[in-house]
């Protein structure tokens, strides 16, 4: 399981990164406006791409056995990854215009924050069962990154049975269901992470 969730933060990461490797404000998928938009946008999309990548071999058995090499994998995730995403991706939601799009990253980003937090706290108290579970939590909002990628063709392809749209329209109809998208995905990684800590018990 691990290593496939490894393989599509991979492929994900490199779809997420690749329009802003050349540094080409032109290049960017969100509209910006200015040198300071486009700046913070490139540092929350690579490090969020850090902490996607990062965040499976925090689960893998032979990554957790070795002591040392996880806890610094953990703080290059959350330091180099969660945080100074997290912070950014508050700006660049408020900068979008749109209303369900600042309310739902502005929350997934606090989330994410706290959840690390917390995973980093249950971790110095060596409360391992929490910490896992906290950290599941926490890269499900990472996976945020993922599922909204997923889910907004899914919702657009939903309502052609419907009436709702017509196959041509599709891109038209693709950039008012991107806020619903970001917004539903974090939600849906949080219950789906939720089931998986209470099916089983947590351990390290």
Do not use: C
């Amino acid at each position: 399981m691990q290593r496939l969730l490894l393989i599509v933060a991979i492929v994900f990461g490199l779809v997420l990164a690749y329009p802003y490797l050349g540094l080409d404000a032109a290049s960017s998928r969100i509209d910006v406006h200015g040198g300071l938009q486009y700046s913070v946008l490139v540092a929350h999309v690579f490090t969020a791409t850090v902490a996607l990548v990062l965040g499976p071999l925090q689960f893998a058995p032979k990554v957790r056995a070795r002591r040392r090499l996880h806890r610094a994998l953990g703080r290059t995730y959350l330091l180099a990854g969660v945080l100074p995403s997290a912070l950014a991706a508050v700006p660049v939601a408020m900068w979008s215009g749109h209303l369900l799009t600042q309310v739902g990253l502005t929350t997934a980003a606090a989330l994410w924050l706290v959840t690390g937090g917390l995973a980093y706290r249950a971790a110095r108290r060596r409360d391992f069962a929490a910490h896992r579970a906290w950290m599941m939590r926490n890269y499900a909002l990472t996976f945020l990154a993922v599922t909204a990628r997923v889910l907004v063709p899914v919702l657009l392809l939903a309502q052609i049975p419907f009436g709702g749209a017509e196959p041509g329209s599709i891109g038209e109809r693709a950039p008012g269901m991107i806020p619903i998208g970001q917004t539903l995905g974090w939600i849906i990684n949080l219950i789906v992470a939720e089931r998986l800590i209470r099916r089983r018990p947590v351990v390290i």
